[in-house]
């Protein structure tokens, strides 16, 4: 089994991360939509500016995150890496969120100014399909 190719099969088919930040020695976790652009090598996800993670990652850029499996299964990718808000837009990133998240297309076009899209930036990754099959993924 190659694991990055199923590492790329789950960056393209789960659309949540548990996004695990920390201020003040105080650790934070939420869920978050994504999507992964494998040429650039990182994940990005929208938020509103208001929301607390804003202010999590300037404080500490240093993240980690799991994928959801909405499969009934455990199949997920893990990675530590560092956030920042990204030079693009949202709206730059539109149909790929749309493509990939049933609704963003609307969420994008009713709040999208409002929305500030970060990026996750992440060299290794750990990628466990099952009690078998699990290892590291080196991007």
């Not at 869920?31 to 500016?49: C, K, Q, W």
């Not at 890496?81 to 990133?93: E, H, M, P, V, Y």
């Not at 994008?108 to 099952?130: K, Q």
């Amino acid at each position: 089994m190659n694991m990055t190719d199923e590492f790329l099969r789950l960056m393209r088919t789960q659309r949540e991360i548990a996004l695990a930040t920390s201020a003040d020695n105080t650790p934070h976790v939420r869920i978050v939509n994504f999507i992964y652009v494998p040429e650039e090598g990182r994940i990005y996800f929208a938020t509103f500016a208001d929301n607390a993670k804003v202010s999590e990652i300037a404080a500490n850029p240093a993240v980690s995150f799991t994928t959801i499996p909405h499969d009934g299964g455990t199949t997920h990718v893990r990675a530590i890496g560092t956030a920042a808000q990204s030079t693009r837009s949202i709206f730059d990133l539109a149909d790929a969120f749309a493509a990939k998240i049933p609704g963003y297309g609307e969420t994008i076009d009713a709040a999208g100014d409002a929305l500030i899209l970060y990026e996750i930036v992440f060299r290794t990754a750990a990628v466990t399909v099952d009690m078998e099959h699990s290892g590291t993924v080196c991007l």
